[in-house]
């Protein structure tokens, strides 16, 4: 059995997940708690 990497479903996703985390890197980096990011993060993921 041969398994091919290339561009397919999962680089996808992690792309949009790069993006999502981005969000929460500004948030962090605009002064926001990380507590405040995680509860955020956990109430709409």
């Not at 792309?15 to 956990?42: A, H, R, S, T």
Request: net charge positive; hydrophobic share 60%; charged share 10%.
């Amino acid at each position: 059995m041969t398994v091919c990497a290339g561009f397919g479903m999962a680089d996808g996703i992690k792309i949009k997940g790069d993006q999502v985390m981005g969000k929460y890197l500004l948030g962090w980096i605009l002064g926001v708690p990380i507590i405040v990011l995680v509860i955020i993060y956990l109430l709409f993921n």
